[in-house]
């Protein structure tokens, strides 16, 4: 079974140190608008969420791509977008359920998780371990459920 | 199958174009009217190469975009020739498109000599096609190539808001020359000719998407309904491992 980045966000922080470091790796620079990672910051609940790709099995992204620019990375399972063949016509990045392919306008590409090939450096880089690299299991996602009251409060400061 | 470039045995699959073989092989051919989403046109013939393929005697010249790899054959991508049919495309172009920075740059590289400059529809449009593609590609075909001669340009039918287009931009991202005007402003996107209103996102307000491009997601599957932008998606994110749990 393939690995999937597992997100605790009662862990997290929200030091953005995964965004920096994404941003860098990938794009260069130090640059949250370039992180394929994004801390969601809900100020009220003082609650951050980091948002990533989650790599779905039946991908919204590739699915809607006209041109079939957005493929499985054999090793990883990771969608990634060949930009050589992207029309940058923005489907996907209307089309993920989660946000997570977007649009980077000053470089005309199309940017979203590639799990840095199977090393991701947002894990390495974490300090209070919010983020891990794990096999996709459903008792991980139980792990949680003692922090369902904290979600309820965030989400209706989302609203 | 053996294929020799500019003097280096390189191997190929039987069938595919030159452009493709160089590409993989990373010999840079210069193309305009090229995309890897649909392959070469053989329009703007920038990517001409000299071909000897076996049992023939002397070399010819081909779009390498287009041409397709069958036999044994000798390529040679730089030469005399090559260069100054490269540079009198470059040349006439440049009166298309002179100011587009992608068109003063090569007609330095290349040295053409300044013609004077034509006035054209769209400005700086050097008729490469890659729009009218782009488009089919995303199944609408609004755009076409209209006219001829002199006045050919690229149009919706009548220069009319098409119904086929639903202000999705890949036209104008393609564009080499940003020749594909696109204006957006709060709740509307102008391209075309046509006015989009924009659609909201239901929890923030923000304007995210043309309702077409909405429909044609949904016509794709069941994509794009929530009507939420990619932050508030970000926040559905969270949501959503909080529905996991329970
Ligand atoms: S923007 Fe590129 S990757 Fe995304 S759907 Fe369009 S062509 Fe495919
Ligand atoms: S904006 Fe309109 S004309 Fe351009 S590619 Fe999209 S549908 Fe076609
Ligand atoms: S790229 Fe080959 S003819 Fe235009």
């Known amino acids: ?159 | 199958m053996k294929i020799t470039v500019n003097g280096q045995e390189r191997e190929a699959h039987a069938g595919e174009s030159i452009l493709d073989l160089c590409r993989r092989e990373g010999i840079p051919i210069p193309t305009f009217c090229y995309h890897q989403a649909f392959g070469g046109q053989g329009a703007c013939r920038m990517c001409m190469v000299e071909i000897k393929e076996d049992g023939q005697s002397r070399s010819r010249l081909v779009a390498a975009c287009t041409y397709p790899l069958t036999k044994t054959a000798e390529i040679i991508t730089e030469s005399e020739q090559i260069q100054r049919i490269r540079r009198t495309i470059v040349m006439l172009l440049a009166r298309r498109a002179g100011e587009n920075p992608l068109l003063e740059e090569l007609s330095r590289a290349y040295g053409a000599a300044h013609l004077p400059a034509i006035t054209v529809e769209p400005a700086n449009c050097i008729l490469c096609g890659l729009c009218i593609h782009a488009c089919a590609e995303m199944g609408r075909s609004a755009i076409w190539s209209m006219f001829r001669g002199v006045d050919k340009r690229i149009a919706t039918p009548y220069d009319e808001a098409s119904d086929d287009c639903m202000g999705c931009a890949a036209c104008a991202r393609v564009c080499p020359t940003q020749a594909i005007k696109v204006e957006e402003e709060d709740a509307v996107r102008k391209i075309w000719n046509k006015t989009f209103a924009l659609v909201s996102c239901s929890r923030c307000g923000k304007y995210y998407a043309t309702r077409e491009e909405l429909e044609y997601l949904s016509k794709h599957g069941d994509f794009g309904q929530q009507q939420l932008c990619e932050t508030c998606r970000k926040k559905n994110l969270a949501y959503n491992i909080k529905t996991f749990q329970q």
Do not use: W
């Open chain 1, 1 to 159: 079974m393939s690995k999937v980045l597992f997100v605790e966000p009662e862990k997290c922080t929200g030091c953005r140190s995964c965004e920096l470091i994404c941003s860098f790796i990938h794009a260069g620079e130090f640059n949250p608008l370039r992180s394929r990672i994004s801390i969601i910051a809900f100020e009220k609940t003082g609650f951050s969420f980091p948002a990533v790709c989650q790599q779905c099995s039946v991908a919204a992204c590739m699915e809607v791509c006209p041109v079939g620019a957005i493929s499985v990375d054999e090793a990883t399972g990771a969608k990634i977008v060949n930009h050589a063949v992207c029309l940058r016509c923005k489907m996907c990045t209307i089309a993920c359920p989660f946000g997570a392919t977007f649009y980077d306008a000053d470089h005309d590409l199309i940017i979203k998780c590639d799990l840095c090939g199977g090393d991701p450096e947002c894990v390495k880089h974490c300090p209070s371990g919010a983020i891990s690299y794990r096999e996709a299991k459903t008792a991980n996602y139980n792990k949680r459920r003692a922090n369902a009251e904290k979600f309820r409060e965030v989400m209706e400061e989302g609203r």
